[in-house]
């Protein structure tokens, strides 16, 4: 922490897969600071239903985890989907998250889980990690992990059948009143993740109608997530149709309509 | 296309690194963004570590760093300090027998240009260390990591199925009776 007070402007390194192809793309820091061998930012915990990822947790290791595997399964599952074996191994948490790329994958996955990141050194605690995209915070200091509240998790999926196009992350959670919020995220190659959100009037995930909820969630996409690569018709249909598929597994209705 | 920027004006900083290679003591100065690509090819001569897409996307350069794989395009070169690192040269015996992933991709041809080779041979050693008997999917998972354009992989999946064989016997030939 010294050393990021001393120099503020420096650049820090973890896994620095990202960071050696930022140097390719002409970034030439004069203070580079790497915490690769910090072993507490590698630590993940799970107390009082509060899931702490260290922000040095390798994709492996992630995917791997007794505590995440025991609390959110799904989680794990997805993590170890991404990216391939080599950069699985080498590639970190925190790298994932802030380099702030939009084809990588942990910010939609963890910003359907509603995370927060968790920061020292700097002018700001924590920032959700949906807020990725928003304007520059200023000076966060150093990454140190990412927390998820998971009492009120009901249900966690990851479709990225349809990457590059569309990949979706989606949650079920149980509001503290009454009702579930189904919170998706909407991911792609060319542009940032988008979230979107439904409240419904339900006690139970089975009440949930797949095809209803995700023709609301995908009918939220704005214009400019049409891309290059797809219109925003064909997004918006292909995200609802992904959100279709990820509820019909959340309430074990694998009908593809609501109509019997 | 390495990125220590000879031309810099500013004065470069240089790290000591001493790592293991294939068995043997290194000890080299490097700048600090240098890669291990860039160290293997030119200051080790292990040419064998190929230099293609140099964005740890193809997976020509794999080398293992104690035991696993990684994009020796996309580390830095002080990131080994200490570690134990191994490319496709450290494979053979001192002899020249092959290692089993050698014998197999040979024996099924799981090669054409043979490009890419060697990052799939690293692949597949870091694979059998990690399981020695891996089925088709978890072989299939680990091969797509890296870019093969000839020979549809195939040949590479059968390779890898063939040197958990080979090296299942050969272990089975050194166990004490």
């Keep these: 922490m010294a050393l990021t007070r001393q120099h503020p402007e ?23 600071i790497s915490i690769q061998r910090i072993r507490e930012l590698r630590a993940i915990s799970n107390e009082d239903g509060l899931l702490r990822i260290g922000s040095l947790v390798s994709h492996a290791e992630g995917s791997r985890s007794p505590e995440i595997l025991s609390s959110v399964p799904a989680l794990a599952a997805a993590w ?15 790298g994932n998250l802030l380099a702030r ?26 920032l959700p990690v949906s807020s990725l995209w928003d304007p520059d915070p200023g000076n966060v200091g150093i990454l140190t992990a990412v927390t998820i509240d998971t009492p009120s998790l009901l249900w966690f999926g990851y479709e990225r059948s349809m990457r590059p196009l569309s990949t979706v992350s989606l949650t079920v959670r149980k509001n503290p009143q009454a009702g579930l919020t189904v919170t998706a995220v909407c991911g792609s190659e060319y542009r940032q993740p988008f979230v979107l959100s439904h409240t419904a009037e339900a006690t139970a995930i089975t009440e949930l109608d797949p095809a209803f909820v995700g023709e609301v969630l995908a009918a939220q996409l704005p214009d400019e997530a049409g891309d290059y690569s797809g219109s925003i018709d064909y997004r918006r249909h292909l995200v609802g149709v992904l959100c279709r598929r990820l509820l019909a597994e959340a309430t074990g209705n694998q009908r593809k309509g609501s109509q019997p | 296309m390495s990125l220590e920027s000879p031309e810099s004006s500013q004065e470069t900083f240089t790290h000591k690194v001493e790592f293991e290679l294939n068995g043997s003591p290194e000890r080299h100065s490097v700048p600090t963004s240098t890669t291990v690509l860039d160290l293997l090819r030119n200051s080790c001569s292990k040419q064998g570590v190929r230099a293609s897409c140099e964005r740890s996307v193809c997976g020509a350069c794999t080398v293992l760093v104690d035991d696993l794989p990684v994009a020796a395009c996309s580390t830095f070169a002080f990131d080994i300090d200490g570690a134990r690192v191994e490319t496709v040269e450290g494979l053979a015996a001192q002899d020249g027998t092959l290692s089993a992933q050698q014998q197999a991709f040979r024996e099924c041809g799981g090669f054409q240009c043979g490009f890419c080779t060697s990052g799939m041979l690293m ?31 195939e040949m590479i999946l059968e390779s890898v199925e063939r040197a958990a064989e080979l090296a299942g016997a050969k272990q089975q030939d050194q166990a004490p009776e």
């Design chain 1, 10 to 32: 420096a650049v820090i390194a973890a896994g620095c897969s990202d960071l050696v192809a930022q140097f390719r793309e002409g970034l030439e820091p004069e203070v580079l």
């Design chain 1, 80 to 94: 170890g989907s991404i990216a391939t074996v080599r950069i699985r191994y080498r590639g970190t948490l925190g």
């Design chain 1, 101 to 126: 790329r939009y084809r990588y994958e942990m910010p939609v996955i963890l910003s359907a889980l509603g995370a927060q990141m968790q920061f020292q050194g700097g002018d700001i605690a924590a």
């Design chain 2, 123 to 153: 692949v597949t050693t870091a694979l059998l260390r990690q399981n020695p008997q891996p089925d088709r999917e978890e072989i299939r998972d680990w091969i797509s990591s890296n870019t093969c354009r000839c020979t549809g992989y």
